[in-house]
């Protein structure tokens, strides 16, 4: 008899060792998908920057054409004969 209680109390050892490592490796989230998801949201947000630099880029482009247009206008060459007073 005390054989046998020896062995269930070994047997109940090893199931609470056991469920202790299996609550230990699946509870709550994983390493793995807390990598996956990091991953996935920075390359996310890396796109959504190049967009952003995209379009910002197109806007400085037409505000420098507009600044070089605005340029040409005021150097206008001067009439004849005249020529420019240094500062």
Not at 15 to 27: C, T
Not at 31 to 39: F, G, L, P
Not at 46 to 74: G, P, Q, W
């Amino acid at each position: 008899m005390k054989k046998g209680i020896r062995h269930l109390v070994r047997l109940a050892v090893l199931a609470a060792i056991f469920a202790a490592l299996w609550f230990v490796r699946f509870r709550g989230v994983t390493h793995e998908r807390i990598y996956d998801v990091v991953v996935e949201e920075s390359a996310d947000v890396k796109t959504r920057v190049d967009l952003r630099y995209s379009a910002l880029d197109r806007k400085l482009d037409r505000i420098e054409s507009k600044l070089d247009r605005l340029l040409e206008l005021a150097d206008r060459p001067l009439p004849d004969n005249l020529q420019r007073v240094e500062p």
